[in-house]
């Protein structure tokens, strides 16, 4: 037998190397799990210090042991140095505003057994609480001297006043409520009377908390999601803006939220300064020198998902002017840079959610971070402190100058990454619906062989004004499939934020017809840009909007897929109208009321089209989701069953429109996968 060279087995013992190194290092981590997301830290709320030189934020970790999350504030400098936890205790801490000073940050924490304000030094000691309220706090802002802060209370009545009911309520016998306008329940809870209203006090000492609008039958924030970026003080101190929906008996189906001025010591009533706009008016934002107040502003009424433009009003007094009105992006978070030449502004944009600086004179806008998802931002001297993850990273914080690349500041998950492996994503793009160009994204099972086939789940998304894009989801996360050995596939179809306003209007009374279009030409494209996708293995998965969607794809697409999963999606769309809470947007979408125009209601409905039904389906759903009701899963359900089609009913009784507990995320995950590979594997 003829000798191999010395020198040729050398180099093959090289070429094995990478090989040999790659699977040591694979058997020291394991694909991601729903586990390793939740064990992810979560960051949110950056705020930059008015010195300049640190940055206050929340990290909020999975307590699995509580079925719950807790919060903390974490420190970090602007040079990325100094990294720690600023607070500790087992209770919530979070919302951490910065006094004028530098040397205070005041927040919101329950370790009391209710949320009150504390505040605590930077450079070390113990919290102390600020303020000892008869009812939790719900949003702070802080300004020289001043607190404004927000509470429920009953119109007309003192916080103690209200303790006071609430407490007799809790004491009586006699358990029903009677209601004489809408909302009757809003998301996940039922209306009771009180509002969320704003208040301020001193900020040291036991000054009286005002009620600045006490004759208001309105909430600030906006109820469910509003939160601080809805009220600023003026630049002065001496008054505040604030967001508010202030419509009467048209609150379930009018979008009119305005901006309002109010004094800060209660001198007079609030000022309406946006009601000749009678569409969505929010998120007010002063310049650093005081003289222009930035704001966002929808055009059309009753449409939740109108482009938000930013609107600039000289102040005190002046006309309001539209700055972006020839930039087709919509808005969805504002703030001025440290100079007050330019606005800093996320939006969606082609996948991505990215950072803009927009000129304040001419409106022309620079990207500063095109890639990812911005999810927070501060001006921080001639640079700014931004938010962002990806399909592939939890959030992080960074830092980015002009001349300069962006630097990271924290890395607080990256042993936690280090100990997982990720599918790969990837961008594409198709000829859709009349012949546009849609965007999508697959994410490659962990451990690709591009030799191999792979099953295929397709997620839908929901809104249907919403995107499944270069983000890092807690709920519909594509590398909790791509972990589990599954390639994803994400359409952003007609009626998608991100791609310009007549795209996302598209989807206008023809919710089964242009986006089910763009997802079936989406699918076929995939499926041939990538041979490794196993074509004949697919689950199609959705939630709200996407549950909707599996509910009319298994009436009109019935024999595409192996097996469907549709979360708090409506099998109904008329009888969605009679049950939900938030009116406007049926009537929007579908052009009218079910009175009024019956046949929208009626074209695209899933109820038309049972009789096609045949693929297996799970349905998922929230007893506590009064958006899309429980009833609605049922009645898929019920469905199924009667069918003698194979399904599963995953109720939560205790969960939302979303699934939240950490315990149920869990179960629904494990629930979820277990049933594509019944089917897929």
């Known amino acids: 037998m003829r000798r191999i060279p010395l020198v040729v087995l050398s180099l093959a013992f090289l070429a094995l190397v990478p090989a040999l190194a790659q699977a040591q290092a694979a058997e020291k981590t394991h694909p991601l799990t729903i586990h390793d997301m939740l064990a992810m830290d979560r960051i949110s709320d950056s705020q930059v210090s008015p010195d300049g030189k640190w940055i206050v934020f929340n990290v909020r970790e999975t307590d699995l042991a509580a079925n719950r999350g807790r919060t903390d504030l974490w420190l970090v400098g602007i040079d990325g140095k100094g990294l720690r936890r600023l607070t500790s205790h087992p209770a919530a801490d979070y919302n951490g505003r ?39 706090v719900g949003s702070l802002v802080v300004a020289k001297g001043l607190l404004a802060l927000t509470m429920d209370v009953f119109p007309g009545l003192t916080p103690a006043e209200t303790a006071a009911r609430l ?19 809003h998301w996940d809870a039922w209306s009771d009377g009180r509002r969320s209203h704003l208040f301020v006090k001193p900020m040291h000492g036991d000054g009286e908390a005002r009620d600045l609008m006490a004759a208001m039958d309105a909430d600030t924030p906006s109820k469910p999601f509003g939160g601080p970026e809805e009220i600023a003080f003026t630049p002065d101190g001496q008054g505040l803006v604030f967001a508010a929906k202030d419509a009467g008996r048209e609150e379930a189906w009018s979008t009119d939220s305005n901006l309002y001025y109010v004094p800060a010591d209660g001198s007079a009533a609030p000022r309406l300064l946006t009601g000749a706009n009678l569409a ?17 502003a929808m055009a059309r009424p009753g449409y939740e998902a109108d482009r938000y433009r930013i609107m600039l009003l000289p102040w005190p007094e002046g006309q309001a002017r539209t700055l972006t009105e020839a930039w087709d992006y919509s808005v969805s978070s504002l703030g001025w840079s440290a100079d007050g030449t330019k606005l800093l502004a996320t939006a969606p944009n082609k996948g991505q959610t990215s950072l803009f600086a927009i000129d304040a004179a001419s409106g022309q806008a620079e990207t500063l971070v095109g890639q990812g998802t ?46 997982v492996r990720l599918g790969q994503p990837e961008q594409f793009s198709f000829k859709g619906w009349n012949n546009e160009t849609v965007y999508g994204y697959i994410v490659k099972p962990v451990d690709f062989d591009p030799a191999g086939k792979y099953p ?29 050995g599954y390639a994803t596939v994400s359409v952003d179809f007609h009626g998608s934020t991100g791609y310009g306003q007549a795209f996302c209007d598209a989807i206008r009374g023809d919710w089964g017809g242009k986006p089910l279009e763009d997802l079936k030409k989406g699918l ?52 969605a109208y009679f049950e939900t809470e938030e009116l406007w947007f049926p009537e929007w979408d579908h052009l009218g009321t079910p009175w009024a125009n019956p046949q929208n209601y009626e074209k695209h409905n899933p109820a038309n089209f049972i009789k096609n039904w045949k693929t297996p389906m799970m349905i998922v759903h929230g007893g506590q989701d009064f958006r899309v009701v429980e009833t609605q899963g049922i009645g898929s359900f019920n469905v199924l069953q009667r069918r003698g089609i194979p399904s599963q009913f995953l109720y939560f009784p205790d969960e939302n429109h979303w699934v939240l507990k950490p315990a149920n995320s869990i179960l629904w995950h494990d629930t979820v996968i277990a049933w594509l590979d019944k089917w897929l594997k």
């Open 280 to 296: 969505m008016d929010t998120m007010p934002a002063f310049s650093p020198d005081g003289k222009t107040l930035a704001y966002l």
């Open 456 to 484: 295929v789940a397709f997620l839908i998304h929901g809104g249907p004004q919403g995107s499944f894009g270069n983000d890092f989801h807690y709920r519909w996360n594509p590398q909790a499939y791509a972990g589990a």
């Open 374 to 419: 911005v999810a927070g931002f501060a001006a921080a001297g001639p640079g700014v402190v931004f938010e962002r993850n990806t399909l592939t990273s939890p959030t992080e914080i960074y830092y980015i100058a002009p001349g300069a690349g962006e630097k990271a500041l924290t890395s607080l998950n990256a042993a936690k990454l280090a100990a």
């Open 98 to 136: 910065w006094t004028p000073c530098s040397r205070w940050v005041f927040f919101l924490s329950t370790r009391s057994g209710s949320s009150q304000v504390w505040r605590i030094r930077v450079d070390g000691g113990e919290a102390e609480q600020v303020t000892r309220l008869p009812l939790d």
């Open 524 to 575: 076929a494209a995939a499926l041939a840009k990538y041979p490794w996708m196993d074509g004949t293995r697919v689950g199609a998965l959705g939630a709200s909007y996407g549950g909707y969607m599996i509910n009319w794809i298994a009436g009109n697409w019935s024999d595409r897929f192996k097996c469907l999963v549709a979360h708090d999606g409506n099998i109904d769309e008329r009888a």
């Open 167 to 185: 407490e007799a309520r809790e004491k009586g016998q006699a358990t029903g409520r009677l209601y004489d306008k809408l909302f009757v329940r």
